[in-house]
């Protein structure tokens, strides 16, 4: 008879004892036939020969002799020490295979055990009450189909040439009286007598029900024909995702089932879909038919009456540990719970509601049980019903000078919308609102210090003292995993609000799917009132309630609205159905609610717009020397919403943002404050060019109209510039800045990105505002914290110094507008030209000699130079290398006459008038040039005949 796989059930384990090898003596050997003496038997010869030979004596040859003697002692002696050695090994033998099986006989015990342990049969689950409905990892789904042989992880080594040691080794390595297990799922036919077979399969069935609780599996309804034990089962009346059916009959025993135990007649077929098969020959002894090999087994029966009482033992343990699983599952109405206690308003410093019902009314006090709770539930299973209920509740019951509420839902922002309009709820906050949502929570850092500053005015301890005159204010959080996932740094703020709440009458009902790595060990410690709906993971209902409860099963059809709670005083949680809440009952509470209109916990959002007008003035009044008003800037932690100021004596400001984010409207707003001393630094870069070399030139001293210069797209202007000029106009604009607040000047920048010397002007502004940008990545490389940043923000709408602020509108300042061109130069005596060939050079040419100038080559007039000059408006024309060959030529022309450069000449400016200065920033291929007199500021000109449109 083959023995059972240990792969039907779970891997052999280990040896009891792995450390103690059992070891046999090897068998003894006789050892080989010693070799004849030759050497030793010789010399006697050979001493008796030399002896005859000295001494003549024929007696000396008796000594001979001696030889043959000494060869026959050695091979008697050889024979006695393996007669005796032979001896010994077999005593050594004996008590060494004694110790073995002694020593496989315990570790087949302790192996036994061990196995038994992990699968235990019905005798030993109902033997030890704490193995019931106990998870063990090794066991897995599996039931016990009887007991064999399995194979033993006890091994014995050694033995070698021993006959018995074979035996040995064979009996070491089975185990016998095992339990024998397969799996569930594997579907099992009992072939037997009616008799023995419904015990075998009744044994089975309460085994699967004695080592899964009730949830694992439900119960179908059976066939049999004692049903009545089976009917008791707690399993039997819940709803869970698997199902086992107790079935009779062979062929016609229906599948349906994920688990099926079929009781089948000696002689008829097993039904398909049965990998194992029991053919029962009495109560002792079974062939099981597992994988297509056959195991003789001793099955496990219960009778009848042995199944009533475990069943009804099972149906009291769930009843205890789980809950009244067969009790009143209707839905509750808050209504009704209103009717049964009438409503009456409460005195005293508790929150005691009633929010569902077991056999009697459940109730919390929030005070009393808090001061915090957390409420945790899977999709679908009620937590937000529960949480409305509860608000509903305590709304009802209490007037707003008691209790006010913050409402925060962030699992898509209809959880709390029928409440919003409850006097009693200052405002339902939502994750549809990001940036409003997390200044709403921010503004409990301002409540807290608030309500500290009300109790020490008082001169009350905390809340519950007669003279605070504060109403307790209860923050509920739908989604606080969802709420931490966008504002992980809110995490803190909780903790605090948590630890200093109860003194302060705030307090905190947290709503979430699961806990588990969600709510940190300081907040944790602070919620000892704790509700659960059902979760999917029992770790949480073990975290929470401090068993499994709410992750096991209820009764079909109340898996929504099923709760437990648990508060810090009760020895187990307490089952009970949720109240539901509808519409009219909020109704009936929005028009019977008593008490003024409570203040509300934070202000109001920044607006869209802020005009500068409806700000107010600083307080040493308007003019040029008062401060610059900014914008709002929002201050939800203090409660308080002021006007962003410029300070004296600070040089700069920067506004930074993408396009259309409301930098120009921000210096316009500046400009409108100081219309008299504003100065636009133009968009053109020859106009740019000449305004701020005139600052820089020419500083203002400190004059009572301070000058605001404004440059608007900063980084764009720059890089309109080549690189030399590039450099140039930041190290003027830097200049600016540094010597801006000295003079009590003021320079105001925007730009969309830092680039190169850009980000050097930032720095030196005192102040940055930071408005929309096109990503979060630009916004953080701008400075911006990711978390503050908005994809969607107005107009305006930016940070300064990490506060939110809104830029104000002054809708009557002036724009500037575009730069003219430069003047139309005409040459006034002897000039000379340096260009290229091309056509704008050309149509000059025409037009300065239409007007009377004569035009000379260079060659030509270097020639007449020879000869003696020439007079009058004349202009000699040359190219770069063609006036670096003629120096004298250049040379006079530079010393006393004017010397024109076309704008495309620019590279050998400084070679051509040594001059290591820039000329003034030209526009390439619009008709620009420079003219330079003696030793004069070179200037830019336009030359004639040039296109409006350059």
């Not at 707003?400 to 409440?419: N, P, Y």
């Not at 187990?572 to 209109?597: C, I, K, M, N």
């Not at 932690?637 to 930098?663: I, M, N, W, Y």
């Not at 003027?732 to 190169?756: F, H, I, N, Y």
Request: one cysteine or more; proline letters at 8%.
């Amino acid at each position: 008879m083959a023995q059972a796989d240990p792969a039907l059930a779970s891997p052999v384990p280990d040896d009891p004892a792995p450390d103690e090898l059992l070891r046999l003596e090897d068998g003894w050997e006789r050892p080989p036939r010693p070799p004849l003496p030759i050497v030793a038997s010789t010399v006697p010869i050979l001493g008796a020969g030399a002896l005859w030979l000295v001494t003549g004596s024929i007696l000396a040859l008796w000594l001979a002799a001696l030889g043959p003697l000494i060869a026959i002692a050695s091979i008697a002696d050889a024979a006695r020490t393996a007669r005796r050695d032979r001896r010994e090994a077999e005593r050594v033998g004996a008590r060494t295979r004694a110790d073995v099986m002694r020593a496989v006989a315990s570790r087949h015990r302790a192996e036994r055990e061990r196995w038994w342990g992990v699968h235990p049969d019905v005798a030993r689950l109902v033997e030890s009450d704490v193995e019931v409905w106990r998870t063990h990892h090794d066991r897995g789904d599996t039931v016990v189909v009887g007991r064999g042989r399995i194979p033993s992880a006890v091994r014995v080594t050694g033995g070698r040439g021993d006959p018995r040691a074979g035996e040995l080794r064979r009996r070491a390595a089975v185990l016998e009286d095992a339990p024998i297990a397969v799996p569930l799922e594997a579907g099992i036919a009992v072939i037997g007598p009616p008799v023995v077979g419904a015990a075998v399969a009744r044994a089975l069935v309460l085994q699967a029900c004695l080592a899964h609780p009730p949830g694992a599996f439900s119960l179908l309804p059976s066939d049999s024909d004692d049903e009545v034990w089976f009917a008791r089962l707690p399993h039997r009346r819940v709803a869970a995702g698997r199902t086992l059916a107790l079935q009779v009959g062979g062929a016609d025993a229906t599948d349906a089932a994920d688990i099926r135990i079929v009781r089948v007649g000696p002689g008829e077929p097993p039904p398909p879909g049965c990998a194992v098969v029991l053919r029962v020959d009495g109560p002792d002894r079974a062939l099981a038919d597992i994988g297509g090999e056959t195991y003789e087994i001793r099955p496990e029966a219960v009778g009848r009456a042995q199944a009533a009482s475990i069943a009804d033992d099972l149906a009291l343990r769930a009843a205890r540990s789980l809950g009244d699983l067969g009790g009143d599952d209707r839905p509750v109405l808050l209504a009704d719970l209103w009717a049964d206690d009438g409503r009456p308003p409460v005195a005293g410093a508790g929150l005691a509601v009633t929010i569902g019902r077991d056999r009697a009314p459940v109730s919390v006090d929030l005070v009393e049980d808090g001061p915090h709770a957390v409420v945790t539930g899977m999709t679908g299973s009620g937590k937000s019903e529960l949480l409305v209920t509860w608000v509903l509740a305590l709304c009802a019951r209490y007037s707003t000078r008691e209790v006010t509420f913050l409402l925060a839902d962030f699992k898509g922002g209809t959880a709390f919308q029928r409440l919003a309009g409850l006097p009693h709820v200052t405002g339902v906050i939502t994750d549809l609102d990001p940036g409003g949502a997390r200044r709403a929570i921010e503004s409990l850092r301002a409540e807290i210090r608030w309500r500290e500053s009300e109790l020490a005015r008082t001169g009350a301890r905390d809340i519950r003292d007669d003279g605070a005159g504060l109403p307790r204010l209860v923050v509920v959080v739908d989604e606080f995993a969802a709420l931490l996932a966008d504002h992980p740094e809110l995490q803190a703020l909780f903790s605090d609000l948590a630890a200093r709440g109860r003194a302060l009458g705030m307090h905190l009902i947290l709503g979430t799917q699961r806990t588990t790595g969600v709510i940190r060990e300081g907040l944790w410690a602070n919620l000892p009132l704790r509700l659960s709906l059902r979760v999917a993971d029992a770790a949480d209902s073990r975290a929470v309630l401090g068993t499994d409860a709410a992750a096991g099963p209820v009764s079909a059809g109340t898996e929504r609205g099923t709760a437990w709670l648990r508060r810090s005083i009760d020895a187990a949680p307490r089952r009970f159905r949720v109240a539901l809440a509808r519409a009219e009952d909020v109704a009936a509470v929005r028009h019977s609610a008593q008490g003024p209109t409570p203040r509300r916990s934070w202000l109001p959002a920044l607006p869209a717009r802020v005009d500068l007008a409806d700000l107010p003035v600083p307080a040493d009044g308007g003019g040029s020397a008062a401060p610059l008003v900014l914008g709002l800037l929002d201050e939800p932690d203090e409660q308080r919403q002021r006007p962003a100021l410029l300070e004296r004596g600070a040089p700069g400001v920067v506004f930074l943002g993408r396009s259309g984010s409301g930098r120009t409207t921000a210096l316009q707003t500046l400009s409108a404050q100081r219309p008299d001393s504003a100065t636009w630094v133009p968009a053109d870069p020859e106009a740019a060019w000449d305004l701020v070399a005139d600052l820089v030139r020419a500083p203002r001293p400190a004059p009572a109209s301070p000058r605001l210069i404004l440059i608007d797209d900063v980084d764009a202007l720059v890089g309109r510039y080549p690189m030399d000029y590039a450099g140039e106009f930041l190290q003027r604009l830097e200049d600016l800045l540094r010597g801006a607040g000295g003079e009590g000047a003021v320079v105001a920048l925007t730009a969309q990105r830092l680039t190169g010397g850009v980000a050097r002007l930032v720095d030196l502004a005192p102040r940055r505002v930071l408005l929309a940008t096109a990503s979060r990545a630009d916004h953080v490389a701008l400075g911006g914290d990711p978390a503050g940043y908005e994809a969607r923000a107005v107009p305006g709408r930016g940070t300064m110094d990490g506060i939110a602020l809104q830029v104000a509108t002054a809708w009557d300042a002036a724009v500037p507008g575009p730069a003219g061109p430069p003047e139309t130069w005409h040459p006034r005596a002897l000039t000379g030209f340096v260009t290229r060939r091309s056509p704008q050079a050309r149509a000059a040419l025409r037009a300065w000699e239409g007007a009377g100038a004569a035009l000379i080559d260079l060659e030509a007039f270097d020639a007449g130079v020879e000869r003696g000059s020439r007079t009058g408006r004349v202009v000699v024309v040359g190219e770069p290398d063609e006036w670096q060959r003629h120096w004298r030529t250049l040379a006079l022309i530079r010393s006393d006459h004017d010397l024109v450069i076309d704008a495309s000449c620019g590279p050998e400016y400084r070679m051509l008038t040594a001059d290591r200065d820039l000329p003034p920033y030209c526009l390439t291929g619009r008709g620009r040039a420079w003219v330079r007199h003696a030793a004069g500021e070179p200037r830019r000109i336009l030359l004639p005949d040039t296109p409006a449109h350059a």
